[in-house]
């Protein structure tokens, strides 16, 4: 590796050069790196939606549910089936296992549902896929004086073409408005003439409606053949002709009242307590989140005016202050410990030049890097940002060593190019080795699944790219720097005496004053210094029961979501009154900012809502969202219905899940009661919530013979019902460019039970020809894998989730459960347990791989096994700084550990290889140990302190910028490096000594043999 600095001395104005197009392509590249809140995710799922308007979750369930389910058991890369039915619809989610190609599954599947003919007519499914991208990256709430209807019209017209043509932006979804139809209210003389619903759906059928024919082909061309045509506006309709049950046809018109007019609304949408319609912004993979929400606040001035009427655009929900935050934030932090690491080179060489060349390592490695994230299609995010930050301790690690060897040899007296060549050379295999090492141990990233491999994989090859950046810089542009601006300190004696004097001089600074007695006690008494060193490892080891432990921790987020869920059955305006009572609380507090209500069933976001009022608050900047969750779930005690909340986390869950199933049904309810019941008392453990969803009333109706007498079936009944109570469709029109239902109305809705028996059908009424029964029956039904289940929720209230779920496993163990049932614990448990697992295989394989690169290095088996001995005594400091500080140990101080072998073995083999390298000329052991430690203690404490500084602004979370991810990991790093460079400098010289004595005793005794 000596050559590169050969030819980039040899080349000097090609490096230089070199180096100042690296330069100005680094800063381009950051100027084009898309900047995101987490790297681009998919998650391994596909939904399946069938609305069933009117159906019970029973009927749902054998309907629709099941046959979906059954049709869907074959899907490759199948993990699980979970499915909820309830009032109206079913919702299948398909887990797929992680790199899926959900393209893919979503044709197989969507193939599969469709081709299902055993569901019942007029059940559609819709077949979905999720990433992340497909989350809205800004919410709009727009208020205005308009009526709604006009209000949602200039939405369509004016605003969503103007977010539409932002660059980036991949959909603008309107939500709140009214829906509009057009309603048929059949006239007397429709009644008079015997003209029925069903006659006028037959007449909009038959004469309404474009069918395609087939194709004529004349010659050369071919001519599509279509009969009939589409009313495209309300004349038009009304002049359908209607055959009359006497002979002749009416038009419509003159049978019935058609306008277009708002369906009844299913739910309310509402923004700081005004009524207001939503604007929801997604962006495509390419796009920019920053950048397309800075262009939406740009427009929204603009478009008040446009939509006049008092019009005001809130900003509901926008990611990008949270991502420029966490960027500002790490940013600041990077920079401090940039600045912390130049101090500690300046205060240890104790020259100006030096520390400018050897600071210059920084940026240059980060900007190289941000070259390969820009090719590499990655995105600037909490991810990749948070290892820049820490990266910036350890890529000037190895120009450290360079400079400072040259430094040592120019001090020698030595001609610079020499000096630098020959200090180059000694130390470059050393640090090609390390950094090698420390940037492989990531590899194991790659066997890692799941969200965490899929969030963290960006982070560890972002860590890669800056260390072997860092790697070329100290070979090839640092030699050249020190070419140009350091000096040869002028001598008029020999280069000889020169260097005699320097390694005095050296021997009297305070750090070999301190460390030469201390070595020489070591090496003195190996086995008592051994000894020493596996009691602090086993007392440590001792402590990690006391450990706190968690997944990843809070986001930091400043939005909050509130969920209020209330009595199965609850009418519209009994959860729009509730929801009032809500929004009064949530005005009140000072911290919140905005508050964002949806109330009632819109869309799929109201499928998975399961029913309840849902609150998005926004809080002010700077807030503490975990206190005002505190106060809020105090001061809605007195709420109606079930109050959760939960804070943003960037899609994580951070619930743990109990997942009840049983044989019997009977018995399912009353083991997720007992489970509720019982964490209830379980310390550490929050809110507790139960998706078992109580029963509700409904009105069965069953036919009696006299409807049969009649000629009159169960669907029949059934349809006459639905025209009154629900008004499904009877056909669509196109007008103005919109298809619109048409639906028959006018027949006024029965408001009683006695009322619904008086309805007329036939020749009688519904209550001659049919039972109606009140009957109690589940709100819904959920299902895991053709099992109904019942999914109790418990948010951890304390900040150790391990713990937490000891208790709560230890609880589970000790129930008393009705024979047939089980219960196991999913969730955010089940997601650390997982990852943990996953993360410790790559430790291990991490290990292996330095142990691999060392053996390269060093051509031996034994002197590898001695380096090795520094990664389990770093995790003493690791594990004793997080004890202290009480930072919880979860995936991010697992990803620290694992870059913390890379790290720790670092100095070793610096040591190691310049202690070999003077066995290689003839010193003995004790030597070559005494002199190597010696040369080496200076870079490798000033690497050691130079790293720890750099990451403590990320430790002591100064900004609290990605704190989740960051400060855990800078935790672990300082910690495992206090103590590994302790132990390296007096531990590994012992271990050697032991090792190496034996066979030069070995080889002294063959010698005298001989």
């Known amino acids: 590796m000596g050559h590169f600095a050969t030819f980039s001395l040899r080349n ?30 998919q998650f391994p799922a596909v939904g399946v939606v069938v609305p069933y308007a009117g159906a019970s979750p029973e009927a749902v369930e054998q309907e629709i549910t099941i046959p979906i389910e059954d049709s869907l058991a074959g899907v490759d890369g199948l993990e699980s089936l979970n499915s909820v039915s309830s009032n109206g619809s079913a919702v299948v989610v398909v887990l797929l296992e992680y790199g899926t190609d959900l393209d893919r599954a979503r044709q197989q599947i969507e193939t599969e549902v469709t081709g299902l003919r055993t569901l019942p007519s007029g059940a559609e499914p819709l077949v979905f896929a999720g990433d992340f991208d497909q989350f809205p990256i800004v919410q709009l709430a727009i208020t205005s004086d308009d009526k709604p209807g006009a209000l949602a019209q200039k939405i369509n017209d004016v605003v969503l073409p103007e977010l539409s043509d932002i660059e980036g932006v991949r959909q603008t979804e309107l939500t ?26 037959d007449a909009l059928s038959n004469n309404a409606s474009m069918v395609p024919a087939g194709t004529l082909e004349q010659g050369d061309t071919a001519l599509a053949v279509q009969v009939g045509t589409t009313p495209t506006t309300i004349d038009e309709l009304r002049a359908v002709p209607v055959p009359l049950p006497r002979g002749g046809n009416a038009p419509l018109g003159t049978l019935a009242e058609v306008r277009v007019g708002a369906a009844e609304p299913t739910s309310y949408s509402r923004t700081n307590g005004e009524p207001s319609q939503s604007v929801a912004i997604t962006k495509t993979p390419d796009g920019n989140t920053v950048q397309i929400s800075e262009e939406v606040n740009e427009l929204i001035g603009e478009l008040e005016e446009k939509l006049g009427a008092n019009a005001a655009i809130t900003v509901t929900f926008d990611q990008a202050p949270f991502i420029e935050k966490s960027v500002e934030d790490l940013t600041v932090e990077g920079g401090l410990g940039l600045v912390f690491a130049v101090v500690v080179i300046l205060i240890f060489l104790g020259s100006l030049r030096s520390t400018i060349v050897t600071a210059i390592s920084i940026p240059l490695s980060l900007l190289v890097t941000l070259i390969g994230l820009n090719l590499g299609g990655y995105t600037l995010n909490i991810l990749t940002l948070g290892a820049l930050t820490v990266a910036v301790g350890r890529v000037v690690d190895d120009s ?14 030595v001609a610079k190019a020499e000096a630098i060549i020959t200090g180059v050379r000694e130390v470059a295999g050393a640090i090609t080795s390390s950094t090698i090492a420390t940037a492989a141990v990531f590899l194991p990233i790659g066997i890692v699944g799941g969200q965490v491999g899929e969030l963290f994989r960006p982070f560890a090859i972002t860590v890669a790219l800056a260390l072997l950046a860092s790697l070329l810089v100290a070979l090839t542009i640092i030699p050249v720097l020190a070419y140009w601006f350091l000096r040869v300190p002028a001598s008029p004696e020999s280069p000889e005496v020169v260097a005699e004097k320097a390694e005095a001089a050296e021997r009297k600074t305070w750090l070999r004053r301190a460390y030469d007695p201390a070595l020489g006690w070591a090496l003195r008494r190996p086995w008592a210094t051994l000894a020493g060193a596996l009691v602090i490892l086993l007392v440590t080891l001792a402590l990690t029961p006391l450990m706190k432990t968690n997944f990843l921790g809070s986001t930091g987020q400043n939005t909050l979501t509130v969920s209020q869920e209330l009595k199965a059955g609850a009418s519209l305006a ?8 809500v929004e009064q609380v949530l005005a009140e507090h000072d911290a919140v900012e905005t508050v964002q209500t949806s109330v009632g069933e819109s869309g799929l976001a109201g499928l998975f809502a399961g029913g309840a009022n849902s609150f998005a608050l926004t809080l002010d900047e700077g807030s503490d969202a975990d206190a005002v969750t505190d106060e809020l779930e105090e001061q809605l005690t007195e709420a109606p219905g079930e109050i959760t909340i939960s804070a943003g986390g960037a899609g994580f869950s951070t619930d743990l899940e109990l997942i009840v199933t049983a044989v019997d049904p009977r018995d399912l309810d009353a083991a997720a009661e007992q489970v509720v019941t019982a964490l209830r008392e ?28 009649a000629g009159l079936t169960g669907p029949q009944l059934g349809g006459v019902l639905a025209q009154i109570l629900r008004q499904p469709p009877i056909g669509q029109v196109a007008i103005a460019g919109d298809r619109l239902d048409v639906v028959l109305t006018g027949t006024p809705r029965p408001q009683t039970v006695d009322q619904l028996q008086q309805i007329p059908v036939g020749q009688g009424t519904l209550g001659q020809l049919a039972t109606v029964e009140r009957k109690n029956v589940a709100a819904s039904i959920s299902r895991l894998d053709g099992d109904r289940t019942i999914t109790v929720t418990a948010s951890p209230a304390a900040d150790d989730l391990g713990s937490v779920t000891a208790d709560v496993q230890a609880l589970v163990d000790d129930l008393d459960l009705p024979e047939g049932t089980e219960v196991s614990i999913g969730g955010v448990a089940e997601d650390q347990a997982d990852a943990f697992a996953q993360l410790g295989v790559a430790l291990l394989v991490a290990v292996l791989i330095v142990y691999l690169v060392m053996v390269g290095t060093f051509r031996s088996l034994l002197q590898p096994l001695i380096l090795m001995v520094s990664v389990p005594f770093a995790a003493t400091g690791a594990i004793l700084l997080q004890l202290i500080t009480g930072i919880p140990l979860g995936v991010p101080s697992l990803i620290g550990a694992l870059m913390l072998i890379g790290v720790v073995v670092t100095n070793a083999i610096v040591l190691i290889d310049l202690v070999n390298q003077y066995r290689e000329r003839g010193a003995s052991v004790m030597e070559a140990i005494t002199e190597g430690g010696g040369k080496r203690l200076r870079p490798i404490v000033m690497t050691a302190l130079a790293t720890i500084l750099a990451l403590t602004p990320m430790a002591l979370g100064v900004t609290g910028g990605s704190a989740f991810i960051s400060q855990p990991l800078a935790i672990v790093v300082i910690g495992g490096l206090l103590s590994s460079t302790f132990l390296t400098l007096l531990l590994v010289p012992v271990l050697y000594l032991l090792v190496e004595r034996r066979g030069e005793r070995r080889a002294a005794k063959r010698e005298a043999a001989a």
Do not use: C, M, W
């Open 12 to 41: 000097r104005a090609f490096v230089g050069l070199a180096t100042v197009i690296v330069a100005i392509f680094g800063g381009i590249s950051l100027s084009s790196l898309r900047t995101e809140l987490i790297p681009d995710l």
């Open 574 to 581: 009994r959860r729009d009154t509730a929801a009032k009572a």
């Open 400 to 413: 450290i060593v360079v400079i400072e060897n040259i430094k040592r040899h120019l001090s020698y007296g």
């Open 682 to 709: 379980v310390d550490g453990v929050g809110t507790v919530t139960s998706d078992a969803a109580p029963a509700q009333p409904i009105l069965d109706v069953q036919p009696l013979p006299a409807a049969a007498s």
């Open 176 to 201: 709140g408005a009214p829906v509009q139809r057009v309603e048929v209210a059949l006239q007397p003389r429709a009644t008079s003439a015997g003209v029925t619903g069903a006659q006028i759906a």
